[in-house]
């Protein structure tokens, strides 16, 4: 019994010297932390001085502030920035006054928010932690691209070899497309914002209504257009397609800047866009409505119908702001072994959402 109590007494101090230098290690470590901190701070308010000054000279080169007025900006900032260095370095030096004195669980500090070490909930602490203070994400300075979501809409349609919109066999009002998808817009130059490149990926959906109560028929070696037995209520035909676009997109921007960073803008700005896309035909699918045996009928047909898989044309786009007038063109036939060679043509509405 007297060796069990000696066995667990000797663990039990083991474990505390163990424990004591373990905690004399993590002050120091700590602390060393802190030292690197206030390196820091030093580093990223000179940092920001710098971006400051920049800015400050940018609107002086422009016109305008007048050299007196720079000046005293200049001035304003590099006194707003030292003072930031001596109030927070004074943070970091409390600090580590306190964890010498106290270890560490007295805190821990990182950059210019305090994160506290604890158990429990208690003032915003969770799981030891404290985000009553936690630090803003840092916008950055010069952003060349950004993103927009994109949606259009409108007619559309087929032309044929040698023929015109007037003789196309689907019904120019009732055919209609959409689009929906993302794109990034990035800056082309560096220090201007006239030249744009769009691209991205987006979603298309081409729809046909046959005229003359006519549907698609895959025969085999190719699809065509045959008279229906009965009356249709419906003839519809659709293709979706999965594509890339890029366009090249011109026009003017208002420069926007700001203390810490600055942007283009192109909100009620006229925009051009020109260029093209390509990518994969997912499906093509046929809805026909008619009555049989006094009984409405509704059929929903996905088939090949010997569309191509691969898609690629031409686009483009003109507008104000963030509507604009659009229009797009397969260069790819729409049937395989069409001796029509009919393409499909589309012409509607696009919003630039960025």
Not at 249 to 276: A, D, H, M
């Amino acid at each position: 019994m007297k060796l069990i109590t000696l066995c667990t007494a000797l663990a039990v101090w083991a474990i505390a010297l163990t424990e004591c230098y373990a905690q004399d290690e993590k002050v120091i470590n700590r602390i060393e932390f802190l030292e690197d901190t206030k390196k820091t701070i030093i580093d990223n308010e000179k940092e920001a001085l710098k971006i400051q000054v920049r800015t400050i000279n940018r609107k002086l080169e422009d016109g305008d502030i007048t050299e007196v007025e720079a000046d005293q900006m200049k001035q304003k900032a590099a006194e707003q920035r030292a003072l930031n260095i001596e109030n927070k370095l004074a943070i970091v030096d409390n600090k580590i006054e306190l964890i010498r004195r106290n270890g560490v669980s007295a805190g821990t500090y990182t950059g210019d928010h305090l994160m506290s070490v604890g158990l429990g909930i208690d003032g915003g602490t969770l799981f030891g932690v404290n985000f009553s203070n936690v630090p803003e994400h840092k916008r950055k300075y010069d952003r060349r691209t950004s993103s927009d979501f994109v949606f259009s809409f409108g007619l559309n349609n087929v032309i044929g070899k040698g023929q015109s919109l007037d003789d196309s066999p689907y019904k120019i009002g009732g055919s209609r497309f959409a689009e929906i998808g993302i794109d990034w817009k990035t800056r082309v130059f560096k220090e201007s914002n006239w030249l744009r490149i769009k691209y991205g990926v987006s979603f298309q959906f081409n729809g046909l209504k046959p005229e003359d109560n006519r549907y698609l028929v895959d025969t085999g070696a190719q699809t065509e257009l045959q008279e229906f037995p009965t009356d249709l209520k419906k003839s519809k035909f659709r293709m979706d397609n999965v594509v890339i676009p890029v366009h090249f997109e011109f026009g003017p921007s208002k420069k926007v800047e700001k203390e810490n960073y600055f942007r283009y803008s192109t909100f009620n700005k006229f925009r051009i866009g020109l260029g093209g896309y390509a990518g994969l035909n997912l499906g093509a699918r046929q809805k026909l409505k008619f009555k049989s045996d006094g009984q409405d009928v509704k059929q929903k047909l996905k088939a090949n119908y010997n569309t191509n898989n691969f898609v690629y044309g031409l686009s483009g786009y003109i507008g104000f702001s963030q509507i604009s007038l659009y229009a797009k063109y397969d260069l790819n036939t729409v049937f395989k072994d069409d001796p029509l060679e009919q393409r499909n043509v589309s012409l509607g509405l696009r919003w630039d959402w960025d």
